[in-house]
């Protein structure tokens, strides 16, 4: 369903909130996006819809990520349809979802047809690991700047911190999959947050 165009933000760690024209510029914006998504494709999405198109605060982006995480298929897919639908509507979560699909499809088939002829080259493979580390880097970086969203949560930035120490332990060293880690941890903290506020 759409909603107002700038809707009061949470946090006010963004001047203005803007909104896209229409499905046509969600379903361009959400094309540059996916095609910049290689590895790395929380730092480029927080970098596109907070800081650049200002669609989002950090805050929210946050919220609606987490959401996007718990629902089953790819966490920006997730993101992008519930974006398109909430200024546009059904048009508008098509409209990014096709611009999340249409592009980097072909882009990808294209690219597996040479990864098959190529995939045995050494320098292939040394090329795809340091790609990963970078992927790593993005990743690392993009948490930095988020960190910053929690100064004004209910919970407070010590409990933060505590909740975000006990899922990277789940997914570093216990290796719990992701599935478990988000309704636990994430219901852990819906319910402490929704008791902070209640009256």
Same mark, same amino acid.
């Given at each position: 369903?759409?909603?107002?165009?700038?809707?009061?933000?949470?946090?006010?760690?963004?001047?203005?909130?803007?909104?896209?024209?229409?499905?046509?510029?969600?379903?361009?914006? %959400?094309?540059?996006?996916?095609?910049?998504?290689? @590895?790395? /494709?929380?730092? +480029? =999405?927080? $970098?596109?819809? +907070?800081?650049?198109?200002?669609?989002?605060?950090?805050?929210?982006?946050?919220?609606?990520?987490?959401?996007?995480?718990?629902?089953?298929?790819?966490? +920006? =897919?997730?993101?992008?349809?519930?974006?398109?639908?909430?200024? %546009?509507?059904? $048009?508008?979560?098509? #409209?990014?979802?096709?611009?999340?699909?249409?592009?980097?499809?072909?882009?990808?088939?294209?690219?597996?047809? /040479?990864? #098959?002829?190529?995939?045995?080259?050494?320098?292939?493979?040394?090329?795809? $690991?340091?790609?990963?580390? /970078?992927?790593?880097?993005?990743?690392? @970086? /993009?948490?930095?700047?988020?960190?910053?969203?929690?100064?004004?949560?209910?919970? @407070?930035?010590?409990?933060?911190? #505590?909740?975000?120490?006990?899922?990277?332990?789940?997914?570093?060293?216990? $290796?719990?999959?992701?599935?478990?880690?988000?309704? =636990?941890?994430?219901?852990?903290?819906?319910?402490?947050?929704?008791?902070?506020?209640?009256?």
């Amino acid at each position: 369903m759409a909603t107002d165009a700038n809707p009061p933000s949470p946090s006010g760690d963004a001047p203005q909130r803007l909104q896209p024209r229409s499905p046509g510029d969600l379903f361009w914006s %959400f094309t540059w996006l996916a095609l910049q998504g290689f @590895g790395g /494709v929380l730092a +480029v =999405v927080q $970098r596109e819809l +907070v800081e650049k198109k200002r669609w989002m605060t950090n805050a929210e982006f946050l919220e609606d990520w987490a959401v996007a995480q718990i629902m089953p298929g790819p966490n +920006v =897919v997730n993101l992008s349809i519930m974006i398109g639908d909430r200024y %546009f509507g059904l $048009r508008g979560a098509l #409209a990014a979802l096709a611009g999340m699909l249409t592009f980097p499809l072909m882009l990808v088939l294209a690219l597996a047809v /040479v990864y #098959a002829e190529f995939a045995s080259h050494p320098a292939v493979a040394g090329a795809l $690991r340091g790609m990963g580390a /970078v992927a790593a880097g993005l990743i690392a @970086g /993009v948490g930095i700047k988020l960190f910053a969203s929690i100064q004004n949560h209910p919970l @407070g930035r010590p409990m933060c911190m #505590a909740l975000a120490g006990l899922a990277l332990a789940a997914m570093a060293w216990l $290796r719990l999959p992701l599935f478990w880690i988000l309704p =636990v941890l994430g219901g852990v903290a819906c319910v402490l947050t929704f008791r902070k506020l209640a009256p």
